[in-house]
Nanobody, 117 residues
Framework: QVQLAESGGGLVQPGGSLRLSCAAS????????MGWHRQAPGKQRELVAT???????NYADSVKGRFTVSRDNPGNTVYLQMNSLKPEDTAIYYC???????????WGQGTQVTVSS
């Protein structure tokens, strides 16, 4: 089992920045991919950005050039640096982790990001 704990959400004005963090615990040696998904009100959960243990990244088109995903050296913590935030980035952001060969994700509890003036 893998447990995920997020931090760093909040309220920010359009054009501002936020940094999300997520620490994994439990069977961390089995984690292959970590990253972030988000869910806005009335919408489906969508992938935002992920990074594998071999540093391969994947971004949603809507955040490319504005968001950066990274992991610390042991790979147990994942970050999401969000710049040039827009109101449409408002959502609950969920940390997610996946084992190699698995299609299932472990999920954190979510952290609210609100972009509003």
């Amino acid at each position: 089992q893998v447990q995920l704990a997020e931090s760093g959400g909040g309220l920010v004005q359009p054009g501002g920045s936020l940094r999300l963090s997520c620490a994994a615990s439990g069977s961390v040696s089995t984690i292959y991919s970590m990253g972030w998904h988000r869910q806005a009100p009335g919408k489906q959960r969508e992938l935002v950005a992920t990074m594998t243990s071999t540093s391969i990244t994947n971004y949603a088109d809507s955040v490319k050039g504005r968001f950066t995903v990274s992991r610390d050296n042991p790979g147990n913590t994942v970050y999401l640096q969000m710049n040039s935030l827009k109101p449409e980035d408002t959502a609950i952001y969920y940390c997610a982790a996946r084992r190699a060969g698995s299609i299932s994700w472990y999920w954190g509890q979510g952290t609210q990001v609100t972009v509003s003036s």
